[in-house]
């Protein structure tokens, strides 16, 4: 799916409860580079992981509030998945 987020995960989501046998993709901007209509950021951003730093200072009106409020989220569930890995009653590597 190329919706865009938050809608094409949401609709994954509800898709994937209506039938749980089929398989969804969520394909972001991967079609806008596919097109052209977008350009990947420079080998050494993608290589440090800043790709991301690179889109929203490309379109900054349409990223940043999403990355933002996605930096929200982030030290709870950082937390969560630290606390998931030190549980010694859960799941084994």
């Known amino acids: 799916m190329?919706?865009?987020?938050?809608?094409?995960?949401?609709?994954?989501?509800?898709?994937?409860?209506a039938l749980p046998a089929t398989g969804f993709a969520s394909i972001g901007a991967g079609l806008d580079f596919l097109s052209g209509h977008q350009q990947r950021a420079p080998k050494i951003?993608?290589?440090?992981?800043?790709?991301?730093?690179?889109?929203?200072?490309?379109?900054p009106k349409r990223l940043a509030g999403r990355y933002a409020r996605g930096f929200t989220i982030l030290p709870g569930?950082?937390?969560?998945?630290?606390?998931?890995?030190?549980?010694?009653?859960?799941p084994s590597a």
């Open 77 to 90: 569930q950082a937390l969560k998945a630290w606390r998931q890995r030190s549980d010694p009653s859960g």
């Open 2 to 17: 190329a919706i865009g987020a938050p809608r094409q995960e949401r609709f994954a989501i509800r898709a994937r409860n």
């Open 45 to 59: 951003m993608r290589q440090a992981k800043m790709e991301w730093l690179w889109r929203m200072l490309s379109n």
